[in-house]
């Protein structure tokens, strides 16, 4: 089976979780590493036996490079996108794919053009519960749905913001406790229950010093389905908290945290109920999202996502979370921060860009 060859483009901490993912794909291949600051490439290779470029354009020149992860800060996104689309790499991009709209669709308009296969990294649904969950609903299983909430109450030191001089800032960063951190729940929020139509928030920053971006937020929205939502999301929780996400209906009701199943309550029991209940309920996540410290990310999702896009470059199709799939958190943020600005007023979606 044909091996597709990875580059990884910035080498901080997320290009860790990039390369232990692909180390353990048998049809990916780490090729390289590219990191502006002198010696971090060259480290990062030593460490994952590869090579590491401080030079953009020998990187790109490299032919054994079929695909590309960027890996950067989320402002820079757009640059080491564009420059990997346009030397014919298939890219796929962290999240946020892009910190606004209009710099997402210059991301997605170039690859169209090339006719590379684009990703965003949203590993979050290719969870077995995610899926599960999205089936069950797409079923109609839980009736017409009133409520759903996603919750992210995290913590971050002060210290974790004062690490970079890129955290916490609208320029590098795009936002804070919503666009960072609270970013994967808003994009599972959104694939359960498709588009929003209108949204209403406040974003504050309560107890940190020296960033520009808020650090607690809450909004209200209303579905296109005409169910009404909740998102809250916060940097000051602690000691942190897993992401939960609940979807209420009239016929029964979902709730998950991180990636375990907490509630499956449904008017009508099947079997098939009794064993989801049996072999999910009481079965704590392995994974903790980063909830108090990122460093403690795993990369069980992200090795997930990169089997599936890894797949869609050999077999030329998408991914799952393909550009336009990618980009609706980010408007969903987007116009939060918009109403915000307005002191809370109703923004209509989708925005206009």
């Known amino acids: 089976m044909k091996t597709v060859g990875y580059g990884i483009i910035g080498c901080g901490m997320i290009s860790e979780i990039h390369a232990k993912a692909l180390s353990e794909i048998p049809e990916a291949k780490l090729i390289a590493g590219f990191d502006p600051v002198p010696g971090r490439a060259a480290a990062f290779g030593e460490k994952f036996g590869c090579i590491g470029y401080d030079n953009f354009e020998e990187f790109l020149a490299n032919s054994d490079i079929e695909a590309v992860t960027v890996a950067t800060p989320s402002g820079l ?54 899926q ?18 996603a919750q992210v109450k995290w913590y971050r030191s002060q210290e974790y913001y004062d690490s970079g001089k890129w955290r916490g800032t609208w320029a590098l960063d795009g936002g804070g406790a919503l666009m960072n951190q609270s970013i994967h729940a ?28 808020e650090d607690t937020a809450v909004a209200t929205c209303r579905f296109e389905n005409g169910a009404l939502g909740v998102i809250e999301g ?17 016929e029964g009701t979902i709730v998950m945290e991180e990636e375990s199943l907490k509630v499956w309550e449904m008017k009508n029991p099947t079997p098939e109920d009794e064993e989801i209940v049996r072999k999910y309920i009481g079965k704590e996540s392995a994974q903790n999202g980063g909830a108090g410290d990122p460093s403690t990310l795993g990369y069980e999702g992200h090795k997930l996502e990169l089997e599936d896009f890894t797949a869609a470059v050999r077999d030329k199709r998408k991914p799952l979370v393909d550009g336009y799939e990618a980009r609706k958190a ?19 979606l989708p925005l206009e860009v």
């Open 186 to 213: 808003i994009d599972l929020l959104s694939w359960f229950m498709g588009p929003i139509k209108e949204i209403s928030g406040r974003c504050e920053t309560l107890a940190h010093e020296r960033i520009e971006v």
């Open 234 to 250: 916060t940097t000051c929780a602690w000691p942190g908290f897993l992401k939960r996400i609940e979807i209420c209906g009239s």
């Open 330 to 348: 980010v408007e969903i943020i987007e116009a939060i921060y918009k109403s915000s600005k307005l002191g809370g007023k109703v923004v209509t």
């Open 132 to 149: 599960l969950i999205k089936k069950t609903i797409e079923s109609g299983r839980l009736g017409t749905i009133a409520m759903a909430d």
């Open 77 to 130: 996104h757009l640059q080491g996108a564009l420059g990997a689309i346009n030397a014919g790499k298939n890219v796929i991009v962290e999240k946020p794919i892009e910190i606004t709209l209009e710099r997402v669709d210059q991301i997605i308009k170039a690859a169209e053009e090339k006719g590379v296969i684009l990703g965003g990294i949203f590993h979050s649904r290719y969870f077995e519960i995610p």
